[in-house]
C-alpha cells in the first residue's frame, strides 16, 4: 500500500546542532508540506513544495529549510537547533491541483532540543 | 484572509451521549472545510470534508458535520460517543487565492473525552 512515512520517529539533539528530518511518500503526489504541532497552536506550516525544484515558506519557516529533488522525499533540516524548535513534526502529502483534495499525514517525529 | 475558531480545547461527554465539537471559519472565497482527529501518538486523519453541494457532509466513523454559511460554521457531530471517540480533532479552512492555494490553515485543536 502506499503510504507516507517519516524518520526518525524521536530525536535528541543539542542547541546549535544540524538536524534533518525525513519525509517519503509513495503515493506520487505533487504537493508536500511539513507542518510543526505545538500545544495551544495546533498545527502550523514550516515549508510546502509543490513540485520538483519548487519549496516555500510557510507562516513560520524561520531556522528551517527545504530542498525537494524528487517526488517521493522532502526533507526537513534545522540548521542550528534551538530549544524553541521542540516539537512534534509532521509532514503530508496531497495530490497537485485539487484544492478539494485530502492531505495525508505521516506519523510525525517528536524532536526535543536541550 | 481565512481563519478557523475552534470553540473549547476540552470537550468531556459520556459514553453514548452526543458529540458536538464546534467550528467557525471567515473566508474571501467560497470555503473547502476539513475536519481532521488525530489519535494518540498519531499523525492526521481525514475524517470529512465540504467542499460544494449538499450542506451535510458525513464522514468516518459515524460523524457528520454541517456548513452553515450564514452563520460560518461547520460543527462536528456524532449521536452516540463510544469511548475509541476519545481524540484530538482540527477543523481545517483551505487557503484560498495566489500560489498558496492548495494550503491548509487549522484550528487549534479540541480534544475530546469520553468518560464510561
Known amino acids: 500500500d502506499a503510504e507516507i512515512t517519516q524518520s526518525p520517529r524521536h530525536k535528541i539533539t543539542e542547541t546549535g546542532r544540524q538536524v534533518t528530518l525525513a519525509c517519503h511518500q509513495t503515493?506520487?503526489?505533487?504537493?508536500m508540506f511539513w507542518y510543526r504541532q505545538d500545544l495551544g497552536h495546533g498545527l502550523r506550516l514550516i515549508h510546502y513544495?509543490?513540485?520538483?525544484?519548487?519549496?516555500n515558506k510557510g507562516e513560520v519557516s524561520d531556522g528551517y529549510s527545504v530542498s525537494r529533488s524528487n517526488t517521493e522525499d522532502l526533507p526537513l533540516t534545522l540548521e542550528s537547533a534551538a530549544s524553541s524548535q521542540t516539537s512534534v513534526y509532521f509532514c503530508?502529502?496531497?495530490?497537485?491541483?485539487?484544492?478539494?483534495?485530502?492531505?495525508?499525514f505521516g506519523p510525525g517525529t517528536r524532536l526535543t532540543v536541550l | 484572509a481565512q481563519s478557523v475558531t475552534q470553540l473549547g480545547s476540552h470537550v468531556s461527554v459520556s459514553e453514548g451521549a452526543l458529540v458536538l465539537l464546534r467550528c467557525n471559519y471567515s473566508?474571501?472565497?467560497?470555503?473547502?472545510l476539513f475536519w481532521y482527529v488525530q489519535y494518540p501518538n498519531q499523525g492526521l486523519q481525514l475524517l470529512l470534508k465540504?467542499?460544494?453541494?449538499?450542506?451535510l457532509v458525513k464522514g468516518i466513523n459515524g460523524f457528520e458535520a454541517e456548513f452553515k454559511k450564514s452563520e460560518t460554521s461547520f460543527h462536528l457531530t456524532k449521536p452516540s460517543a463510544h469511548m475509541s471517540d476519545a481524540a484530538e480533532y482540527f477543523c481545517?479552512?483551505?487557503?484560498?487565492?495566489?500560489?498558496?492555494?492548495?494550503?491548509?490553515?487549522f484550528g487549534k485543536g479540541t480534544k475530546l473525552s469520553v468518560k464510561p
Open positions: 503530508a502529502s496531497s495530490v497537485q491541483g485539487a484544492l478539494t483534495d485530502t492531505q495525508y
Open positions: 481545517a479552512v483551505r487557503r484560498g487565492g495566489g500560489g498558496s492555494q492548495g494550503n491548509l490553515i
Open positions: 513544495s509543490y513540485g520538483v525544484q519548487d519549496t
Open positions: 503515493w506520487n503526489h505533487n504537493n
Open positions: 465540504y467542499t460544494t453541494g449538499a450542506t
Open positions: 473566508s474571501s472565497v467560497p470555503p473547502y
